[in-house]
């Protein structure tokens, strides 16, 4: 069946470095993409989105890069922060009603 | 500006309880809503969504049902609480009449069923 996946469950990374966070998806249909960040015991908070007729977008501190010849999508922070640890997910919307939803990379920043 | 809401924030039930979980959005119109639920360290499942009024759509056959009796008020409810209902419950609404586009989610509520 069509799915979005992470390719890496956790990621740890030294403060001010930057973050890469990867996404694969299956379903050719897709052509609207969000990452959300989700910290503990919060809502999942939307961070970028970028449809398909992109394969960049740039936000404040952050990146999204779709690849849609590999189906890819990443996310790319600048300078990581402490608070930029949480869990991050990507989603698609591939003509359906509702998002579906990687399994989510944990994101560690090191001090 | 649109606010969500949810509560409560935390909810601990004996199996075999009702159950009764209350989200409204603020500042729109006829939106979309959503209620999806997390097991702990995993991905989003969305259970129901709805279109509007009285209009509720389910993804996944479970224990749980949903209703929308105003606009911006959408219930999840259970007449008898399973173990295997245990987690985090998140809704979340969308712009009206446009499913492709960004869902804005509550702060949850995380239930425990023991």
């Known amino acids: 069946g069509e799915s979005v996946g992470l390719h890496l469950p956790t990621l740890s990374v030294q403060e001010g470095d930057n973050s890469i966070i990867n996404c694969a998806y299956s379903?050719?249909?897709?052509?609207?993409f969000i990452w959300y960040k989700q910290e503990s015991g919060k809502g999942p908070q939307f961070i970028i989105d970028?449809?398909?007729?992109?394969d960049k977008r740039q936000g404040q501190r952050v990146t999204v890069l779709l690849n849609k010849t590999v189906k890819h999508l990443s996310l790319q922070i600048a300078a990581t922060q402490p608070g930029d640890s949480a869990v991050y997910f990507c989603?698609?919307?591939?003509?359906?009603?509702?998002?579906?939803f990687g399994s989510g990379t944990r994101l560690q920043v090191q001090p | 500006s649109q606010t969500i809401h949810q509560w409560p924030a935390t909810l601990v039930q004996p199996v075999g309880s009702p159950l009764s979980l209350e989200c409204t959005v603020e500042?729109?119109?006829?939106?979309?809503l959503y209620w999806y639920r997390q097991a702990a360290g995993r991905g989003l499942q969305l259970l129901f969504y709805?279109?509007?009024?009285?209009?509720i759509s389910s993804e996944v056959p479970q224990n749980l049902s949903a209703s929308r009796p105003q606009d911006r008020q959408f219930i999840l409810s259970s007449k008898k609480l399973l173990l295997s209902d245990s987690g985090f419950y998140l809704c979340?609404?969308?712009?009206?009449?446009?499913?492709?586009?960004?869902?804005?989610f509550g702060p949850g509520t995380r239930l425990l069923v023991l």
């Open positions: 979340a609404w969308s712009t009206p009449r446009q499913f492709q586009e960004t869902q804005y």
């Open positions: 379903n050719s249909a897709s052509d609207y």
């Open positions: 970028i449809r398909s007729n992109m």
């Open positions: 989603a698609e919307n591939g003509g359906r009603r509702a998002l579906t």
């Open positions: 500042g729109t119109s006829n939106p979309n």
């Open positions: 709805s279109v509007g009024i009285g209009q």
